[in-house]
Structure formats: structure tokens, C-alpha cells
């Protein structure tokens, strides 16, 4: 039987804390930001926590289930 094949976009986008917790960035970062106000562009630099509705998800993407 062949190994699972982690899923290499997800591989780019989230990362694994010494806790166990996946981390990711914000959405909306990108473009278009001249119409977003500064506390906007400032909040949405932070990284934060992947929900928990879709921890699992992402544990699956990334092979760690």
C-alpha cells in the first residue's frame, strides 16, 4: 500500500505549534488594499488559530491523523 501524499498547498499554508495547535494567516492580505483602512491591514497581519470545526480537516490534509 502506498503512503498518503500530504496535500502541498495546505503544506504552504498552515504550521504545526510545539503544543499541537495549527496555525494560519489571515485571508485578504493580498490585494485590492487601498480601500482597507490601516487597523484593517494591521489586524490581518497577525497569524491565529485554525478553528476547531475544522482542525481535523486540516490534521487530514496534512497527513498528521
Do not use: W, Y
Not at 504545526?16 to 490581518?44: E, P, V, W
Amino acid at each position: 500500500m502506498p503512503k498518503m501524499k500530504t496535500n502541498s498547498g495546505a503544506k504552504k499554508r498552515f504550521v504545526l505549534t510545539g503544543s499541537g495547535k495549527i496555525k494560519r494567516k489571515h485571508a485578504f492580505k493580498s490585494h485590492i488594499l487601498t480601500k482597507k483602512t490601516k487597523k484593517q491591514k494591521r489586524n490581518l497581519t497577525h497569524f491565529t488559530l485554525v478553528s476547531p470545526a475544522d482542525t481535523n480537516n486540516v490534521k487530514e490534509l496534512l497527513c498528521l491523523k
